[in-house]
């Protein structure tokens, strides 16, 4: 009965050792980790204030590229260079000829952008 109970807690011990060097090393990578994930999403959020409504579909581009699912010339939604996850709703102001026989303005890189929504996450649409 001893060396059970000698060969239970030589057991225990180990397992607490191993766990116990386990948690050690974790919380520092977990740490680096996340201090790297923060900078990155500050990175992203700097990056998309700076369209702002005014600015016309071309600077829209330095930042953004198109989604794809239903648009017209006036709206659309746009994802993010570097993360397909990364999505904002646009509405534009078409430049010149505003179409008074209502056939759809071709999209246009000088139209201002009126109003961009804030940044969301969705999966990224496929046509």
């Not at 520092?28 to 700097?46: C, F, G, L, P, Y």
């Amino acid at each position: 009965m001893r060396k059970l109970a000698l060969i239970s807690l030589v057991i225990l011990t180990t397992i607490a050792s191993v766990h116990g060097q386990d948690m050690a090393i974790k919380p520092s990578a977990r740490t680096q980790a996340n201090e790297e994930h923060t900078k990155w999403i500050d990175h992203v959020m700097r990056s998309i204030a700076t369209v702002k409504p005014g600015m016309t579909r071309r600077d829209l581009f330095k930042v953004f590229t198109e989604e794809g699912g239903l648009s017209t010339s006036t709206q659309r939604r746009y994802v993010y260079k570097d993360c397909p996850y990364i999505k904002v709703d646009v509405k534009f102001s078409p430049v010149g000829d505003t179409g008074r026989d209502r056939t759809p303005l071709p999209e246009d890189p000088a139209d201002k952008i009126v109003e961009i929504s804030r940044p969301f996450l969705e999966y990224p649409i496929m046509d």
